[in-house]
């Protein structure tokens, strides 16, 4: 499955990647100095059992952020001109009513990839509760949208084009 991301989060994500890398290097070389300097002291082997531990940490973190940049996809921002569907790059216009105490409210919401989001700003990724219910909705139809403040019936007024 691939994730959604801009272009400058892809950027911040290969540079923490090569941040873990100069770690584990550094590790490394720590585990090589306390391996040469052991004189069979407790506190020369301890310097050895810890960079080793933390050698399998760096190493784990290292290929967990590797992993996830692997099924990253920067997504281009073409979008037609009228999008007829909820997509990324889109605003889309929604009728809220809460159903627990019916009350109704419009707002327009901004879908953009992982990394676009600013919730001040009404963006929110296409991955988001708020948001991943409603991918692929044309005007008209109506979802049902459950986030933390509640569930809300979603109907969809309008999509415009970002940008």
């Known amino acids: 499955m691939k994730t959604f991301v801009t272009k400058e989060y892809l950027k911040l994500c290969t540079e923490r990647i090569a941040k873990l890398q100069a770690d584990l290097d550094r590790i490394r070389l720590d585990k090589k100095v306390a391996f040469e300097g052991d004189t069979n002291a407790w506190h020369d082997n301890f310097a050895y059992e810890n960079a080793t531990r933390e050698e399998k940490l760096a190493e784990d973190r290292l290929f967990q952020a590797v992993r996830e940049v692997e099924i990253y996809y920067v997504f281009s921002d073409v979008v037609p001109n009228k999008p007829t569907v909820v997509g990324i790059y889109c605003w889309v216009k929604v009728r809220e009513e809460n159903i ?15 990394g676009g989001q600013d919730h001040k700003k009404a963006l929110f990724s296409y991955n988001a509760p708020i948001v991943s219910p409603l991918m692929g909705a044309k005007v008209g139809e109506k979802r049902v949208v459950k986030i933390p403040l509640g569930t809300f019936r979603t109907e969809i007024l309008d999509i415009q084009k970002m940008r």
């Open 100 to 114: 627990v105490n019916t009350e109704i409210r419009e707002r327009t919401i901004g879908v953009v990839p992982v």
